[in-house]
């Protein structure tokens, strides 16, 4: 997609998910203390660091860390942390992300600015030269079960085979993967 399709659709979608991102919000506020969105550093397009929006699924005094590396990572979730994340909703902060161009719908997933070994092996491969994505190759293929030598590898066939086309069959896959909560681990 281009980045004109991009903020397009990005723009369509926060005009009509208003409502549901105000009530969300809302629903956050009433039932944890603290801001409403987190806002987590990430490493972009050439290895930029950009502050990507999610809706706080954690609770305050979490370690900033992939969530996976947590010990206990369920007990550090709010009160609708859990359904956020297994809806997939916490992400559409992300469109503000994709609005202003730190990202695309599609591209590989934005590392955080601490994972030293996925930022290495994306730049070694050239991944590094994507605009990160709302989801990609490797998020339908597995998301969090993946191991990061695995998802450098998606990403890096997405980077030799991204087409519009793929980047529909990925769209279309993530609803799907969405509607069943298939691959999220936490």
């Known amino acids: 997609m281009s980045r004109f399709s991009n903020f397009i659709f990005a723009a369509f979608l926060i005009a009509i998910l208003i409502v549901p991102i105000f009530l969300i919000g809302l629903l956050i506020f009433v039932s ?4 409403i969105l987190f806002w987590s550093s990430r490493v972009g397009k050439n290895n930029s660091r950009f ?7 954690m609770k305050l ?3 900033i860390s992939a969530t996976h590396l947590l010990p ?3 007990s550090h979730l709010t009160l609708v942390g859990g359904w956020l994340r297994k ?5 559409l902060p992300q469109l503000w992300n994709i609005l202003i161009g730190d990202m695309n719908f599609v591209g590989p997933r934005p590392a955080l600015y601490n994972q030293d070994d996925l930022i290495a092996m994306r730049t ?3 991944v590094h030269q994507l605009t990160p994505g709302l989801t990609g190759w490797a998020q339908v293929n597995g998301r969090d079960e993946l191991p990061i030598d695995e998802k450098v590898r998606l990403d890096f066939f997405y ?3 991204k087409s519009p086309l793929l980047d529909f069959k990925i769209l279309w896959l993530t609803i799907l993967k969405v509607a069943k909560s298939d691959g999220i681990s936490h």
């Open 51 to 57: 502050n990507m929006a999610k809706f706080r699924t």
């Open 87 to 91: 809806s997939s909703l916490d992400e």
């Open 124 to 126: 070694k491969l050239g």
């Open 61 to 63: 005094g979490t370690p």
């Open 32 to 35: 944890s203390k603290g801001p």
């Open 159 to 161: 980077l030799l085979n």
């Open 72 to 74: 206990d990572p369920g």
